[in-house]
Every structure is written in C-alpha cells, then in structure tokens.
C-alpha cells in the first residue's frame, strides 16, 4: 500500500482481556516503531523494530505489553490483561535504514478498556 | 535524556495571518534530525518539516518553515498565510542519527479562526 495502515481502527474491550494490534507498514522499510498516545498528550515511545528485531524495548510500560515482527513487514502489538490505564490511540511508524529518516505513521488504534 | 519542551498548549490565528509556534529541545549530541507533524482530529501524524542540525540553512515548505538556532536549542516554525485546513495538532520532535524513536513534545493546539 502507499502508506502506513493499522487495523482495528477503534478496538473496545473489557478490563482483563488481550488484545492484539496491527501495523503494516510501507512497503521497504525496515524500521517500524510503536507509539502511544494518552488523550490530550504527545506520544510515548513503546518500540522499536530494526527488520525482525527489536533492539529497543526501552519503552514498553510493562511485561503485559509486547510485539513481534515478521517478514520484515507486518507487526502485532499485543497488550495482556488489559487494564484501563491502557486505554488511548496505540500509533504505529515505519522508516527507511537510514539516519534521520523521516517516520511516516498510520492512522492509529484507537483503545478504550472498560 | 534528550527532551523536547513546546511551551505554547494552545495558539489562535486569524485566517490569512502569520503564526509562530515554538519549540525547544536539549541534548548533547551535536548531530540530530528535528521534525513538525501536523495531527488533525483524523489522528493522522504528518509530516510538515524536517531539520538537519548539520544544516544552517533554515528548511522550508510552501508555508511552513522553521527558525532553526541551533546554539539556543530552538526550532520554532512559522506558518504565512494561515488556512483553516492548519488547524490541528503541531508537535515537534527530535530524533539523533542512526534509527531511533523519536522524542515528542506534548503539542501545541492551533486554531484558525475566519
């Protein structure tokens, strides 16, 4: 696709349950990063995936959170017992491998945890 | 730990007028890369302007371009001729050399007013 596309686009769910986000990111690029949002805040660096690895992890808020990547495309985010402090727009950018590449985002998950 | 500081929470502008919106970072690193995205009630982050620190020149597209003083830590960016498809979200953000996240400001919210 020309641009960077996350699925659902608003996710409900109940408090205590998993679920899973999804980023596809343009075609090419291997730098793919995870963002979130809180209502009315800037955004919080969650990770960073190099190709298939994750050499940055540094911001994922606890061990209920996690992602994988494969194929050096799409990306699953995955949040564990999910708790109402999850909820906000979960982002998601990708980049070329290269210095100060500009991040090009999708247009987000929007989470609410009842 | 590199932060970005956008002092301004909310601005307005009239139709057609000039606005400024600030920006200031700190950091030790002498290479880095700044950025404005624009964030519409969409939720899409896109792109406005890129900087490289290495650079003196001041970027520029169409109406959007920066003052960037890079001694004082300041990437300021200026908006001619206010339309009322600017009215968003402008968050600044820093990024150093190689793929790493990028570092948010907590936003400035522009209104343009007819």
């Known amino acids: 696709g020309a641009g960077v596309s996350q699925s659902p686009s608003n996710k409900v769910t109940e408090k205590g349950k998993d679920v899973e986000l999804r980023c596809d990111p343009i075609?090419?690029?291997?730098?793919l990063y995870w963002y979130r949002q809180r209502l009315g805040q800037g955004l919080e660096f969650l990770i960073y995936?190099?190709?298939?690895?994750?050499?940055?992890k540094s911001g994922l808020p606890s061990d209920r959170f996690s992602a994988e990547r494969t194929g050096e495309s799409v990306s699953t985010l995955t949040i564990q017992r999910t708790q109402q402090e999850d909820s906000a727009v979960y982002l998601c950018?990708?980049?070329?491998?290269?210095?100060?590449?500009?991040?090009?985002f999708g247009p987000g998950t929007r989470l609410l945890v009842l | 730990a590199q932060t970005v500081t956008q002092s301004q929470p909310e601005m307005s502008v009239q139709e057609a007028e000039t606005v400024t919106l600030s920006c200031t970072y700190d950091?030790?690193?002498?290479?880095?890369?700044l950025f404005w995205y624009k964030q519409p009630p969409s939720r899409q982050m896109i792109l406005v302007i890129r900087?490289?620190?290495?650079?003196?020149q001041n970027a520029t597209e169409n109406r959007f371009s920066v003052n960037f003083q890079k001694a004082a830590k300041s990437f300021s960016l200026k908006i001619s001729d206010s339309q009322l498809g600017d009215a968003a979200m402008y968050f600044c953000?820093?990024?150093?050399?190689?793929?790493?996240?990028?570092?948010f400001g907590k936003g400035t919210r522009l209104s343009v007013i007819a």
């Open positions: 950018a990708s980049s070329r491998a290269f210095a100060g590449e500009t991040q090009y």
């Open positions: 075609s090419g690029h291997t730098a």
């Open positions: 995936f190099q190709g298939n690895s994750a050499p940055d």
């Open positions: 950091t030790s690193e002498s290479d880095y890369y």
């Open positions: 900087q490289e620190a290495y650079k003196q």
């Open positions: 953000a820093y990024t150093t050399t190689g793929n790493t996240p990028l570092v």
